[in-house]
């Protein structure tokens, strides 16, 4: 059982950064892919963007190509979203999940954290 507790969301301004943070306990931290994911309200939830277990591979969604960065500490047990010109559409409650390896889907994900990006 793999717990996720996010952290690092708030209020900023159009243009501005935020980086999440990602910590799990309660598990083999380098044995799951991870992503981020966000839902506005309204609105079902979507894909930000994944890392794999080593952290050697990523991939994003089209809306945050060039300016969400995924990356993992795997000695810290934390995946990071590092988020550069925000933009008010990226206004979400943002989630990590974890896949546990060998699964197509992830099994374990946190209570998310909420962004607003003022316009």
């Known amino acids: 059982q793999v717990q996720l507790v996010e952290s690092g969301g708030g209020l900023v301004q159009a243009g501005g950064s935020l980086r999440l943070s990602c910590a799990a306990s309660?598990?083999?931290?380098?044995?799951?892919?991870l992503g981020w994911f966000r839902q506005a309200p309204g609105k079902e939830r979507e894909f930000v963007a994944a890392?794999?277990?080593?952290?050697?591979?990523?991939d994003y969604a089209d809306s945050v190509k060039g300016r969400f960065t995924i990356s993992r500490d795997n000695n810290k047990s934390t995946v990071y979203l590092q988020m550069n010109s925000l933009k008010p559409g990226d206004t979400a409650v943002y989630s990590c999940?974890?896949?546990?390896?060998?699964?197509?889907?992830?099994?374990?994900w946190g209570q998310g954290t909420q962004v607003t990006v003022s316009s």
């Open positions: 890392i794999s277990r080593s952290g050697g591979s990523t």
């Open positions: 999940a974890a896949r546990p390896v060998f699964s197509s889907q992830y099994k374990y």
């Open positions: 309660g598990g083999t931290f380098s044995g799951y892919a």
